[in-house]
């Protein structure tokens, strides 16, 4: 009797911790992005609204850097970040970039709306017909439902597209739910959900994109990315020694 009464305490304790551990919901999640084709950069503009349902320092936004695609592993750069009138830090913390926003010393609760503005260069799936635009909009690293979400991704040049050229799927990892619309129109796509989204359930767009239309990056660009400016030197003494 005794064993079952401790057991159903740490079941209780858990569910209450796993409740607690959920301090706040995202009312609103806008998020507006505006692809630079020749520059091959993203332009990444969001709005995320979070309701506290106690007092905390901050939030934290976890951006995924590196994919696995086709068994290889594929890093982007994520650079210029802002989060308007609050303070924030970033780093890299496993396969994500994280942004961490709010002051140590500083409580707040209520409703926030957390403005975020960053660029996101090397982004891009270059396949031998075309460019792939893939990209998470929502992320599956939120622990929180989020209420509502709005999208829009702008191409800064306008083509022709089909149905065939785009996809969009929700919920976890590896599921092809698709509770969210999609439209697109000359040049910009939006969508909204059609349902709210549990704790880390995703939101993935993907577009094929003309070959020409991204500039896609010389082999040496390619090289100083991989290896960076030592990798490369280190190469040129390579040959040097084999040559002499």
Known sequence: MHLIK????????????SVRAEYFVINDYKVNMTVLGQKGIIMVDEYI???FSEPRRGIFRKIPYIYMIDGKETEFSIKNVDVEGYEFTTYHEGSNFVIKVGNKDIFIDGI?????????KDAFI??????EFYWNILGNEWPVEVKNINYSVHLDQAMPMTEKD???????????SRNATISYYIDTFKGTSTKSF?????????????????????YWEEMWAKYGKAGIGGFYFYLSLVCF
């Open 112 to 120: 926030h709306t957390y403005h975020f503005t960053y660029q996101v």
């Open 166 to 176: 785009y996809y969009l799927y929700t919920g976890a990892k590896g599921d092809t």
């Open 49 to 51: 609204t979070v309701e």
């Open 126 to 131: 270059f396949a031998k017909d075309h460019t």
């Open 6 to 17: 401790n057991a159903l305490i740490i079941i209780l304790l858990f569910i209450t911790s």
């Open 198 to 218: 549990a704790p880390y359930e995703g939101l993935t767009l993907a577009i094929n994109l003309p070959i020409e239309y991204i500039k896609r990056p010389t």
